[in-house]
């Protein structure tokens, strides 16, 4: 299989195991709709990869650098639950956060390749991250 079907099937993969938001979830901003969102704009990525659509691509990766950060309560639950760890947890969307940047001026450049490329990083980014963070992040914020 190739590279980019890989990041396809993951991007979609993903997808399917997104679940709803809450009344009380859609009143503020939670971690899980962050994180929800930025499913939906990597989904756009993905789309625009296959569309060949760099306006989308673009769009998107703006929409994943722009992305709003959960509200202060959320994050100080984030920050008491993983402890020594926020600095990896930090770390970890500093490198989701710099590939999206090199999405969004491949995307500019219209560069096929270097697009595919930093789209495959950023899939790892957060495979990485949620591989280290998920569940203890999930757990706490129950």
């Known amino acids: 299989m190739t590279p980019l079907k890989k990041v396809i099937l993951v991007s979609l993969s993903i997808g399917l195991f997104s679940s709803q938001v809450t009344a009380v979830e859609k009143q503020q901003i939670t971690f899980k709709k962050v994180m929800q969102g930025l499913l939906?704009?990597?989904?756009?990525?993905?789309?625009?990869?296959?569309?060949?659509?760099?306006?989308?691509?673009?769009?998107?990766?703006?929409?994943?650098?722009?992305?709003?950060?959960?509200?202060?309560?959320?994050?100080?639950?984030?920050?008491?639950?993983?402890?020594?760890?926020?600095?990896?947890?930090?770390?970890?969307?500093?490198?989701?956060?710099s590939t999206a940047v090199s999405l969004l001026k491949a995307a500019q450049s219209k560069n096929m390749k270097a697009v595919t490329q930093a789209h495959q990083a950023l899939i790892n980014g957060c495979l990485g991250c949620h591989s280290q963070f998920k569940d203890k992040v999930s757990a706490a914020l129950k």
């Not at 760099?54 to 008491?80: G, N, Q, T, W, Y």
């Open 40 to 97: 939906v704009d990597t989904q756009n990525v993905t789309k625009g990869i296959v569309l060949t659509d760099f306006a989308l691509i673009e769009k998107s990766a703006k929409k994943i650098l722009k992305h709003p950060k959960p509200d202060l309560a959320v994050r100080m639950k984030m920050v008491k639950a993983l402890g020594s760890d926020m600095g990896k947890f930090k770390a970890k969307d500093d490198v989701v956060h």
